[in-house]
C-alpha cells in the first residue's frame, strides 16, 4: 500500500503566469548542487535570486511545494524540448536536494516515485516527458546527472528506457533531433548521462540505435 505524500508548504515569491494558455505537459527534474536541503530552500525562495521550482525533495524524502502546479516557476531557464523554447510555461520542475556526485538518496526516490505518479495523473503528463534539466539545456546543464536511476523510474512507468532489442535507426544527430534533444553539440553528454552513464567517444550507432528504440517506444504507446 501506498503512503500518502505529507507535503510542506513552502511558498517562494519567485513564480509568474504561464504564458500563451499553456498547461504542464513535461516535468523536469534537477539537483539542488547545495549543501542541504535548507539551504537549497532558502535560495528558492530569495526574490534577490529570481530562482525556484514547484517542488523540493530533501534527501530524507521530506516533499516541500513552493510553486503552485498553476504556476509559472522559474527553473529551466533558456533551452528547448521538442521545440518547446518557453520550458518554464510547458512545465514542472522538481528539485532534488543532492550535490550529484553519488547515489541519490532511497527515501528521496520513493517520494519522488509517489509525486510524480500524482502530478502525471493530475496533468496527463507522459513517460516521455518527463526529462532531466541536461535534456533540455545541455550547453549550460548537468543535472540530475548519472548517478541519478532513471531505469527505476521506467520500471515505474514513470520515464523511459531503451528496449536492448535492434531495430533501424538512423544517424545519431537525426534520431537525437527526432527524440526531443536541441541541436546542440553537448547534447550528446546529455544523452549518455541519462542513458549511457560513463560512455565515452564520438556518437556511435548504439547511441543512434538507444534513441531510435525510445522514439518506437513513444509511437507504439500513441497508437
Same mark, same amino acid.
Given at each position: ?5 505529507? +507535503?510542506?508548504? $513552502?511558498?517562494?515569491?519567485n513564480f509568474g503566469p504561464r504564458r500563451d494558455g499553456a498547461t504542464p505537459s513535461l516535468i523536469v527534474l534537477h539537483y539542488t548542487a547545495m549543501g542541504s536541503a535548507e539551504v537549497a530552500l532558502e535560495r528558492l525562495c530569495d526574490p534577490e535570486f529570481e530562482v525556484?521550482? *514547484? ?22 531557464? =533558456?533551452?528547448?524540448?521538442?521545440? &518547446? ?5 510547458? @512545465? &514542472? ?8 556526485? *553519488? ?7 520513493? $517520494? ?13 503528463? @507522459?513517460?516521455?516527458?518527463? +526529462? ?9 546543464? @548537468?543535472?540530475?546527472?548519472?548517478? #541519478? ?24 544527430? $537525426?534520431?537525437?533531433?527526432? #527524440?526531443?534533444?536541441?541541436?546542440? =553539440?553537448? =547534447?550528446? @553528454?546529455? #544523452?549518455?548521462?541519462? #542513458? ?28
Amino acid at each position: 500500500m501506498m503512503r500518502d505524500l505529507e +507535503i510542506l508548504q $513552502t511558498p517562494s515569491p519567485n513564480f509568474g503566469p504561464r504564458r500563451d494558455g499553456a498547461t504542464p505537459s513535461l516535468i523536469v527534474l534537477h539537483y539542488t548542487a547545495m549543501g542541504s536541503a535548507e539551504v537549497a530552500l532558502e535560495r528558492l525562495c530569495d526574490p534577490e535570486f529570481e530562482v525556484s521550482a *514547484h517542488y523540493l525533495i530533501s534527501a530524507q524524502g521530506q516533499p516541500h511545494q513552493l510553486v503552485d502546479e498553476q504556476h509559472r516557476a522559474w527553473h529551466a531557464g =533558456a533551452g528547448q524540448w521538442q521545440g &518547446i523554447t518557453d520550458v518554464n510555461s510547458h @512545465s &514542472i520542475g522538481i528539485e532534488l536536494d543532492s550535490l550529484g556526485n *553519488h547515489p541519490f538518496a532511497h527515501p528521496q526516490i520513493e $517520494t519522488l516515485i509517489l509525486l510524480l505518479r500524482e502530478i502525471m495523473q493530475r496533468w496527463q503528463i @507522459s513517460p516521455q516527458n518527463v +526529462i532531466a534539466h541536461a535534456d533540455m539545456a545541455p550547453d549550460r546543464k @548537468s543535472d540530475p546527472g548519472p548517478r #541519478f536511476d532513471w531505469q527505476r523510474l521506467a520500471r515505474e512507468g514513470l520515464s523511459v528506457w531503451p528496449d536492448p532489442r535492434p531495430c533501424p535507426h538512423q544517424d545519431w544527430r $537525426t534520431e537525437a533531433t527526432r #527524440f526531443g534533444y536541441p541541436e546542440d =553539440a553537448a =547534447a550528446l @553528454s546529455a #544523452f549518455r548521462a541519462r #542513458f549511457r552513464p560513463w560512455h565515452k567517444g564520438p556518437a556511435d550507432a548504439e547511441d543512434a540505435r538507444c534513441l531510435a528504440q525510445l522514439h518506437l517506444a513513444k509511437n507504439t504507446q500513441q497508437s
